[in-house]
């Protein structure tokens, strides 16, 4: 691999100044997994901080990069560095310091690939919606990054046979719909899911729940999901798998009865939960 081809963001790249309280907050959910809040979004960490052997799976905000290589020397050691970056997709705040640790722990990235173009500068995801239902953070999504960032060879295709490179006992599920490679991490011997924004903890759109962490099950952020039902789908399929615990890209971890009411309620009402009432990527014939 060579690691000094040249990697950039997107011309609409920027630092963007919103914090919850849960920001800088580090919480064990299991032995082996970390959930790390930057600001409005999670990055985890998997593997066992007494080894090396460890992942991490996404990439937080722009210009959050220190942060998180402090964090990562503060759980797993000084110098330590993770085997490889998983992303569960690529929008703007799960890669947003992604270069810079590629750069700094000279690491593979790994994406679905109908993520890929994404992450290769060869497609831009649609626009985010501002006229969605729902508050302050989808008003203010025009403002977010939106153009594809080049990570050139750095990044490869996740294995087809469902494996994830570094995390023996994790398989990937597609679960399209916030984007159309986004997958979901699911580890069936203790039921572990990392959700990604298939589905979050918080109602992301609501700044006010953002800001407070209001924990309330809700579909991925509704200004960037462009496909409906697929991300209803994808509700389904992850709900069938009876997670005991999840980590999502927004909000707090949920585990046991919690979570399985949560995930049950979410798909029998995911059309009034989780839609939007109005926007541009609803089909209004669906109601």
């Known amino acids: 691999m060579d690691m000094d081809q040249h990697m950039n963001y997107g011309g609409d790249y920027k630092y963007i100044p919103t914090t919850s309280v849960g920001s800088g907050v580090g919480i064990e959910v299991l032995p082996d997994l970390f959930n790390y809040t930057v600001q409005i979004v999670n990055i985890h960490f998997v593997g ?3 080894t090396d052997d460890f992942v991490l799976v996404d990439a937080g905000m722009p210009d959050s990069a220190e942060e998180i290589i402090s964090t990562t020397e503060d759980r ?3 110098n330590s560095r993770p085997k490889a970056i998983i992303l569960t997709h690529g929008h703007f705040d799960h890669v947003g310091a992604i270069i810079e640790l590629v750069d700094h722990w000279q690491i593979p990235v790994y ?8 992450l290769t500068e060869q497609q831009r995801y649609p626009e985010p919606d501002p006229t969605v239902e729902g508050g302050m953070v989808a008003k203010m999504s025009p403002m977010f990054p939106n ?17 994830v490179p570094h995390m023996p006992d994790f398989k990937w599920i597609h679960t ?3 984007s159309p490679g ?5 580890r069936e011997k203790d039921g572990a899911l990392i959700a990604g924004d298939a589905f979050v903890t918080v109602k992301q759109e609501s700044l006010y729940k953002v800001l407070t962490q209001e924990q309330e099950i809700s579909g991925p952020p509704r200004y960037l999901t462009p496909d409906w039902e697929a991300a209803k789908e994808s509700v389904i399929k992850l709900e069938s798998l009876k997670p005991t615990v999840a980590v999502t890209g927004h909000g707090l971890p949920m585990s046991g009865q919690l979570l399985s009411t949560s995930l049950e309620k979410l798909v029998r009402e995911f059309d009034s939960i989780a839609v939007p009432d109005h926007g541009k990527y609803v089909d209004k014939n669906k109601h």
Do not use: R, T, Y
Not at 182 to 186: K, P
């Open 76 to 78: 797993f050691g000084k």
């Open 176 to 178: 399209p719909g916030h």
């Open 147 to 163: 153009e594809p960032i080049d990570l050139g060879s750095h990044v490869e295709k996740l294995p087809s046979d469902g494996s």
């Open 182 to 186: 986004h997958v979901s991490l699911f």
């Open 111 to 118: 994406a679905h690939e109908l993520e890929l173009p994404f």
């Open 48 to 50: 066992n901080p007494k």
